[in-house]
């Protein structure tokens, strides 16, 4: 399909509804040289899965709010490189540790200036106050701004920031310092999460005048590469470059998220040129790419892990053996390859192949029917037993269909004489309820929100983590928790890693979870596209991202 039938596309499409709206109103008909003019060269169309409920970053816990306000919008203290998870300078441009590890000193740079938007223009550029803005709002319950728009700090919570952090200073204009009440290894990864985004103090202080708090949630003002221009929910969002970005203004000059929930028009309109990229591909759409010269696929691991949980607080799940006894009964491997289509690997340990400290010398749980049974009848249960497994339907990079994954797992334990009952929740609901514990079992995944294996380890299995309900397994072993904790007042990452293949080894003995899969994140991506780099940790940033000139794209594909 050559360029200029895909523009004529447009005029029909989604593209040309956004584009019209938000860059220019195309006078006459939808004229090739127009669209190319006003909008193909310097727009960047993303088929994005899903509406942000809010545009703050310190509240959502979506992966679309976060796509849709941080990574855009925002900026932290500190930041991964692209592509990567190794830590690099942002806001601050150095940072110093004092020797206990309880005292991170940040130097701001004095050259960031912030967004403006319809209601307001910064007079001054970032400095300490906003630093301390930031995390007060959501540290502080009587702050002023801590329960605007009636949400919850959910990640700075979850993280543990609020018994973590003991003061944060400003020193001068351009210098803070977190004091911390212990030594915390993972800390600067954890600044540079999404939900620690730096926010404007003014414009806070200005819609305090003006009686508008709220507006902080939907009229974001950052000091990332775009601003927010318009939204409209479940249809699209519309950015413009910021032109004082910091880092220098990017190229592209207007970004659009597409929104479009259902993968198969996100599909069809990838292929169609309606998007420049498209979010989260079903491994059935990866196969059918090969007529599509005009689209390339961007994959790479993923720092992500699916698995079903069980929890360990209802019998007979309290029972290693029945644990184990459930992980031998699933074949593992067809799940593989009816559900994931050859796009993920087999899961043995709770984290990733790709993070450090991995132990490689771990086996996994062999598909074994015969086994499993005799494992019941040694835990008691010779005639076996009846339990649930919940999902839910929506579709996630990490578990493609975890309907049918249940369906799958549910024939398998037949075999052993276990009856298993589906049950489906929308999402909201599913967590809300396997968080306060009512399921016997449920399949869910994670995605590592930063390079550092506690994320996994104490996010997920930690005794601390089955309070909120994080830790669905609600298994709390005191070997394994104690280790955890010792690895997060060491420094040293080698003597880390130690600790957390012991932590593995625990694991594996005691089965809180069947380990499922480590999937890989893909993107399809217009081959006009370049620079966009896939995030281990999930999620996507259009800073740095290139559109080709059109006029050579054409000529390509002529």
Not at 47 to 72: I, L, W, Y
Not at 230 to 250: F, L, P, T, V
Not at 380 to 400: H, K, L, M, T, V
Not at 413 to 430: D, H, P, S, W
């Amino acid at each position: 399909m050559s360029l200029k039938t895909i523009m004529q596309t447009y005029c029909n499409s989604i593209y040309r509804i956004i584009i019209t709206s938000a860059l220019v109103v195309l006078t006459g008909s939808c004229s090739y040289d127009d669209v190319e003019k006003k909008a193909k060269s310097s727009t960047l169309v993303y088929c994005s899965e899903g509406s942000p409920d809010s545009f703050d970053p310190h509240t959502v816990t979506f992966g679309t709010a976060f796509d849709a306000s941080a990574r855009q919008i925002y900026n932290r203290l500190v930041e991964f490189a692209p592509g990567t998870v190794e830590l690099t300078p942002s806001l601050a441009e150095r940072w110093t540790i004092n020797s206990t590890g309880t005292q991170y000193t940040f130097f701001l740079r004095k050259d960031v200036q912030f967004q403006s938007n319809e209601l307001f223009t910064p007079t001054r550029n970032l400095n300490a106050d906003d630093v301390l803005f930031s995390f007060a709002r959501q540290s502080d319950p009587e702050h002023s701004y801590h329960r605007v728009g009636k949400r919850d700090f959910s990640y700075f919570n979850f993280q543990g920031l609020h018994s973590l952090i003991k003061d944060v200073v400003k020193i001068n204009s351009h210098t803070v310092q977190f004091k911390l009440t212990r030594p915390y290894s993972p800390f600067l990864s954890v600044l540079a999460m999404e939900f620690t985004s730096i926010m404007s103090a003014e414009y806070a202080e200005f819609l305090a005048s003006v009686d508008k708090k709220t507006l902080i949630n939907q009229k974001p003002i950052g000091t990332g590469p775009f601003r927010l221009v318009r939204y409209q929910a479940d249809a699209y969002i519309r950015y413009a470059r910021h032109n004082n970005y910091w880092k220098g203004a990017e190229s592209i000059e207007n970004l659009v998220f597409a929104i479009t929930p259902d993968p198969s028009l996100r599909f069809a309109r990838v292929t169609a040129g309606e998007c420049d990229v498209m979010s989260n591909p079903l491994p059935i759409h990866l196969q059918a790419l090969r007529e599509q010269s005009h689209l390339k696929i961007l994959s790479q691991r993923g720092l992500n892990i699916a698995y079903w949980s069980f929890n360990t607080r209802k019998p007979p799940l309290d029972n290693p053996l029945v644990r184990q006894a459930l992980n031998h009964a699933v074949n593992r491997q067809a799940i593989l390859d009816a559900v994931y289509y050859g796009s993920a690997e087999l899961a043995v340990n709770p984290i990733p192949p790709d993070m450090w400290s991995y132990d490689k010398s771990i086996e996994k749980y062999e598909y074994n029917p015969q086994l499993a049974r005799n494992l019941l009848y040694r835990a008691g249960y010779p005639q076996g037993f009846s339990i649930d497994i919940w999902a839910f339907p929506e579709q996630r990079s990490y578990n493609p269909d975890a309907t049918k994954t249940a369906e799958l797992i549910q024939q398998d334990l037949r075999q052993i004489g276990v009856n298993a009952k589906i049950i489906t929740y929308e999402v909201g609901a599913f967590l809300q309820k396997v968080k306060a514990g009512e399921h016997q079992t449920a399949i869910q995944g994670w995605i590592a929100d930063n390079g550092d294996p506690d994320n996994f380890f104490a996010s997920l299995l930690s005794c601390d983590a089955t309070i909120p309900g994080q830790n669905s397994a609600f298994w709390c072993n005191e070997e394994f928790d104690a280790i955890i904790k010792d690895a997060q007042k060491i420094s040293d990452q080698q003597h880390r890693a130690k600790l957390y293949q012991r932590a593995q080894e625990i694991f594996k003995e005691q089965a809180p979870w069947l380990t499922i899969a480590h999937t890989k994140q893909n993107l399809i991506v217009n081959e006009r596209v370049h620079n966009l780099l896939l995030s281990p940790s999930g999620g996507i940033f259009f800073s740095g991202v290139m559109l080709e000139n059109t006029e050579q794209v054409e000529q390509s594909n002529d």
